[in-house]
């Protein structure tokens, strides 16, 4: 007898997909992707757009799960579109904008060939991020510290040293 396998709710698919990104990301696979991507378009369905919120957010994650898989120009070109949508749509202050605009800025470091778009980018976000009405601290302080490891690697220590102090000091507030 032939097994039937019913399709996933949107929650199941949820679940399942939270609940591998909580694990070590050396177990990701593809299957994760592919969830990932079913969520996507049931999201995309149930709201009626592939730019409503609920949508970029999952769409985000897919593109974080094809980067830790490897895929990171896929990723990237993903990253740069939901940046742009977010902007579009809330502005470049929104919370959802400043966190695309880190991702992206995380992978584009990966790949150490767009180090000035990167660069750019974080510098921007932290000049936003620095207003009272900025990011939540924990963002703050992540967006100053891949800032100065950038240019610490890039032996520009006068210019890296402000970022780790100002972490210091919002992680202080």
Do not use: N, W
């Not at 070590?24 to 049931?42: F, M, N």
């Not at 730019?51 to 895929?71: F, N, S």
């Not at 584009?108 to 180090?115: E, K, Q, V």
């Not at 932290?126 to 891949?146: F, K, N, S």
């Amino acid at each position: 007898m032939a097994a039937v396998h019913a399709t996933p709710s949107r929650e199941d698919l949820a679940t399942a997909l939270l609940g591998r990104v909580g694990e070590d990301l050396g177990q990701i696979c593809d299957q994760d992707v592919v969830l990932a991507l079913r969520l996507v378009e049931e999201q995309s369905e149930q709201y009626g757009s592939r730019e409503h919120p609920t949508v970029l957010l999952a769409r985000e994650q897919v593109a974080t799960l094809e980067a830790e898989l490897g895929e990171l120009e896929s990723a990237i070109a993903e990253l740069r579109e939901l940046r742009q949508v977010s902007l579009t749509l809330r502005g470049e202050e929104h919370t959802d904008s400043m966190r695309l605009g880190h991702t992206l800025a995380r992978f584009l470091l990966r790949t150490g060939a767009d180090d000035g778009e990167a660069e750019e980018l974080l510098k921007r976000i932290i000049e936003l991020g620095d207003r009272p009405e900025g990011p939540a601290r924990a963002d703050a302080v992540e967006y100053h510290l891949l800032l100065g490891r950038h240019l610490l690697r890039k032996e520009r220590l006068t210019e890296a040293r402000p970022h780790f102090e100002r972490a210091l000091e919002v992680a202080e507030l």
